[in-house]
């Protein structure tokens, strides 16, 4: 989740967001990592947005904190679009890092899934936004995958965990490294849709679910 804003003079569309990371597992370095890994590789080629026939270059602004400390209630009763939170853990009941939904601002976050430069938390960033996974998970021949495409999905050789393996097989699948976000990426945010006032918007809603360690989930009621 983020709140987007239009600069006229400089000819920018830019989502700031705010990411907020407690648990076991998150830390002060860790924190910094992910909000460099998920601005870099969403700003790393240029990309632009149509808003009312004005094109805008689109870039995002993310800042990280770590909140060892935070409450159930600071998640629940926010009401800041810009802020999201995620929670960190070596243990995931899912197995997996997710968020809470498609346009959300929480989540639970694996940490061997996140390490070195992953691309998991800019995916996860990307559904956050709202972007779902494509239908079509076989991409052989169309390059570079996108930062959406789920693991398991079909690609050439070169993207795959084992370059030599058959398509399919076990290590004839993307490995996530490869994933890079492209135009087509921004193009599906669908940004020129919002409602801006005062040349902002909202992108994504507030899911506000505080998470308790291994995967279980406090709602507010």
């Known amino acids: 989740m ?3 804003y239009l600069d006229h003079q400089s000819e920018l569309l830019t989502i700031h967001s705010r990411l907020f990371f407690y648990g076991d597992a998150a830390s002060e370095i860790l924190t910094i990592q992910l909000a460099q890994d998920i601005q870099q590789q969403w700003n790393e080629f240029h990309k632009i947005v149509v808003v009312k026939k ?3 270059s689109f870039e ?4 990280g904190f ?14 800041d679009p810009r802020n999201n939170y ?8 899912q197995d997996i890092s997710f968020v809470d ?10 940490l061997a899934n996140i390490l070195d430069h992953s691309t998991t938390a800019a995916h996860e960033y990307g559904h956050t936004l709202g972007l779902l996974h494509p239908v079509q998970l076989d991409i052989r021949g169309k390059g570079a ?7 398991g999905t079909i690609c050439d050789p070169m993207y795959q965990w084992n370059p030599a393996a058959a398509p399919a097989t076990p290590g004839g699948t993307l490995n996530p490294v490869h994933r890079k976000v492209l135009q087509s990426d921004v193009d599906n945010l669908q940004l020129p849709k919002l409602s801006f006032r005062d040349d902002r918007a909202i992108v994504g809603e507030f899911t506000s679910v505080f998470h308790e360690k291994h995967g279980g989930a406090i709602k507010n009621e």
């Open 2 to 4: 983020g709140e987007a």
């Open 60 to 63: 995002l602004r993310i800042e």
């Open 101 to 110: 939904g498609i346009g959300s601002n929480t989540g639970y976050f694996k």
């Open 66 to 79: 770590y909140k060892p400390y935070l409450t159930p209630e600071e998640v629940w009763y926010n009401d």
């Open 86 to 93: 995620f929670r960190i853990e070596e243990y995931s009941n």
């Open 54 to 56: 004005k094109v805008f």
């Open 145 to 151: 995958p996108g930062i959406m495409y789920p693991r």
